[in-house]
């Protein structure tokens, strides 16, 4: 069940963008399964994609194609990642960019293909070729919920986010989708996510803008370690609102397009954790005080990857020395446990090392069984400082991942 979320209500069109859905029965009935978003042919695009060794077919045509010409057309799939299928896989990516490319009467590398759903298994080529052809015929600007809910695969809430804010006068709109529930970690992290502006940006800034935001929400949270073999996140800047055209990272207007687009990626990245695969609660890990920012992030995946903190979470058992004990195996250059500090939503566990004089076993079974948890950890070394955020790990998500390809 999600923690704190419903599915998107009402998202915002964006100048510049169109989209299509379509039910192609990939491998879900009576649901659509795939989705395309048109761009202005003024639009740059920036994208990030996984770091995972086996990347799939799709996320290498993207990549190729997205060096080699400026975007016009993101081609989604859920139920099939095209993943672990060799060089069938790579030419069945290819011939979805053509036949799309075809209708659109675009050239097949402005074409960027996506996928996510089960690894290891071939398209079926004769549901996609029709999903494609249904989509070029479906265009409209207010369609992202559609194609919210189109990308889902074990997700239980379509995710998607807008804001509007003032830039010189004129109107600035951006509004993202995402999906994910497991095989979230970050590197990139472990997700499909499109989110569109309609201000005018140039190339360089884009792709600096998209690894710093990505940076302060996908690549902080995680459910399970596992990095999927599909990750992608795009941010297209159509340039239709165009008075203003942010060049610079030190332009004024720059930060405060950043400032929105940081917030609507972390909505998007903790509506992630919210809809972890059998999560119960939604957990916020903070780190402070570390020797040095690596140090910070070790402890802080050492705590939200361990198997025994995430169920205790679960079972909001207050048997926090399961959290003593991660920070402990954490792989850090520097730690005295005699300075240690652990809190959770405020209340001290642990204070220099020693259990807090002020904490009561009644106390800890009424902060661990709360739905929104904060794990505040000082370590009193230094400044280093990290936080991410994670889910706990139930019953449901073994059964989830135990019956996926059932």
Known sequence: MAVGISD???????????????????????????ALLLLDERANTAAVFTRNRFCAAPVLVAQRHLAAVRPRALLINSGNANAGTGSAGMQDAEACCSQLAGLLDIDPNQVLPFSTGV???????????????????????????????????????SKG???????????????????????????????LSYVATDA???????DKLLQR???????????????STNDALVLVASGVVGK??????????????????EQVLVTLATAIIRDAEGATKFVKVEVQ????????????????????????LFASDPNWGRILAAVGKADVSKLDVERVDIQINGQALLTQGQPSPDYNEALGQQLFGEAEIEITINLN??????????????????????DYRS
Request: overall charge negative.
């Open 161 to 191: 986010v807008s804001c509007q804010f003032d830039m010189n006068g004129e109107t600035i709109t951006i509004t993202g989708i995402a999906k994910g529930s497991g095989m979230i970690c970050p590197n990139m992290a472990t997700m």
């Open 200 to 206: 005018a940006i140039e190339q360089p800034l884009l």
């Open 213 to 227: 935001a990505c940076d302060a929400s996908f690549n902080r949270i995680t459910v399970d370690g596992d990095t």
């Open 119 to 157: 690894i290891g298994e071939v398209l079926p080529m004769t549901a996609i070729k029709r999903g494609i052809a249904e989509l070029s015929g479906h265009l409209e600007a207010d369609n992202w919920l559609a194609a919210a809910r189109a990308i889902m695969t074990t997700d239980t809430v």
């Open 381 to 402: 070394q230094g400044a280093g400082r990290h936080h991410i955020w994670t889910s706990d790990l139930s019953q449901d998500y073994v059964s989830i991942n135990a």
């Open 8 to 34: 998107a209500k009402e998202l915002l069109p964006v100048a510049g963008v169109t989209l299509a859905t379509a039910a192609a029965g990939i491998r879900y009935q009576d649901r659509d399964d795939m």
């Open 289 to 312: 005080g570390a020797h040095c920012p690596a140090d910070a992030i070790a402890v802080a995946y050492s705590v939200a990857h361990s198997p025994l903190v995430k169920t205790a």
């Open 244 to 261: 203003t055209m942010l060049e610079r990272a030190d332009q004024p207007e720059a930060e405060l397009f950043y400032q929105h687009l």
